[in-house]
């Protein structure tokens, strides 16, 4: 069968190559891949910044937004030929730490986790590809090619889980989200802020192209300045850019008991000037709460299945910009002026 292989830590070393087919070790569940969807973690790997190869290999399986159809699985497993799946991510460590072992392993304190297609577990950009009941999620057969929006999904999932939890320290129900950056983060974020009956602003720099629309469609005000102009200040700011000033000053721009979850990773090497003293006292004194969230376990796997489920499927196929054919996948990573979400079709 054929893969998308590299060697971590070696720039540009990516390439389709024939690979023989995964074990019945790797999971009991064969799953015909069906797409693969792209990001920038991907390419970040791909470039040789990060990445980890299985233990005694040298090459990784590259991929993480899976999509497949079952074609064979154990019975009594949950899972039978032709269901629409996909794979979590994270595995907790081997000697779990407290958070692991609680199935809560995309809180691990110790690090030793692994990950499919980015650290020591081969990824889901391949033809064929198995999996262990437990980590697999069916999907609903009515998505089709679009359940490979759902990994993503699961990241904004976990962040509005943890945004609910903090509201239960107020009395005063928020009113106003301002989500910044409309990539597919940041979009499927505001489309779970619209399912909670949220007064919404997406920000985004682009002036043109699919996402003020998107926005628009989804009932939210677009905005492509700054954050400073949002008025009134947010409750609730979401922010998917990792942009450092972008980040700053979400910080500090939401109103009374504000929440500002980061879900954005900063590239680092930018230095803005910042009152640390200014940013403290606006922090304190008004009750403001600011957290990062990052990846997902299976309980926000289970509510991304429901929220794609439930929306819009015209909306979300929009969501999705260019599609191409898996001995074309390195067109995936160049990104063109007007792309929400690359996808790689595996053709299963």
């Keep these: 069968m054929r893969a998308i292989t590299l060697e971590p830590g070696v720039r540009d070393s990516a390439a389709l190559e024939e690979m023989p087919e995964p074990s019945a070790e790797a999971g009991a569940v064969l799953v015909d891949g069906v ?24 090459r990784l399986v590259l991929g993480h937004e899976s999509l497949g159809r079952v074609a064979e699985a154990p019975d009594g497993g949950g899972f039978a030929p032709g269901d629409l799946v996909v794979g979590i991510v994270r595995r907790p460590d081997p000697e779990p730490c407290a958070s ?13 986790y692994t990950e499919r297609g980015i650290k020591a577990l081969h990824g889901f950009g391949s033809e064929r590809w198995r999996i262990e009941p437990e980590f697999a999620v069916k999907l609903d057969p009515g998505l089709g090619t679009l359940g490979v929006l759902m990994e993503p999904t699961t990241v904004v999932a976990k962040a509005w889980e943890q945004i609910d939890r903090l509201l239960t ?46 926005a628009r469609d989804l009932g939210a005000t677009y905005h492509s300045g700054p954050v400073k102009p949002v008025d009134p200040p947010p409750d609730i700011i979401v922010e998917a850019t990792g942009a450092s000033e972008v980040v700053l000053d979400a910080i500090t721009h939401t109103g009374a008991n504000g929440i500002v979850c980061l879900t954005g990773i900063s590239s680092g090497g930018h230095e803005i000037g910042l009152d640390a003293g200014d940013l403290n006292r606006s922090i304190v004194l008004e009750n403001d709460l600011v957290f990062g969230s990052v990846n997902a376990n299976r309980r926000h796997y289970e509510a991304a299945a429901e929220a794609l ?34 996808v790689v079709e595996l053709g299963g």
Excluded at 35 to 58: N, R
Excluded at 102 to 112: I, L, P, S, V
């Design 35 to 58: 797409a693969l969807g792209i990001c920038g973690t991907d390419a970040e790997i791909v470039h040789g910044d990060y990445g980890e190869a299985p233990p005694g290999g040298k």
């Design 100 to 112: 692991c072992a609680a199935g809560e392993w995309d809180f691990c304190r110790n690090g030793r």
């Design 169 to 214: 320290r107020a009395t005063i129900a928020p009113e106003r989200v301002l989500v910044t950056g409309a990539g597919p983060i940041g979009l499927l974020a505001a489309l779970l802020a619209r399912r909670r009956g949220y007064e919404l602003t997406v920000l985004d720099r682009a002036t043109d192209g699919p996402k003020p629309e998107l």
């Design 309 to 342: 489920a439930e929306a819009d499927k015209g909306w979300l196929e929009r969501l999705i910009t260019r599609r191409v054919p898996l001995d074309r996948w390195g067109e995936a990573l160049t990104r063109e002026e007007h792309d929400i979400k690359i």
